[in-house]
């Protein structure tokens, strides 16, 4: 069967779809997403990520570089 269209075609984003993220939500998201704390900063129960604070300084890169 021959496909009528490419699905894994991406469609280009509109300068309305960028938006930015202010450096208070990133640092939550650095400290609960990245580094697995609890908002208030204290170790997560529970938390099995051994590469956190890698990946937070990873993405400190990219953000104080601005990629």
Do not use: K, Q
């Amino acid at each position: 069967m021959i496909a009528a269209r490419n699905d894994a075609y991406e469609r280009v984003a509109r300068r309305s779809d960028v938006r930015f993220v202010t450096m208070d939500d990133y640092r939550i998201f650095r400290e609960v997403g990245l580094r697995g704390l609890t908002p208030d900063g204290t170790e997560r129960p529970g938390a099995r990520d051994r590469n956190g604070l890698r990946n937070a300084l990873f993405a400190d890169l990219l953000v104080t570089t601005g990629l």
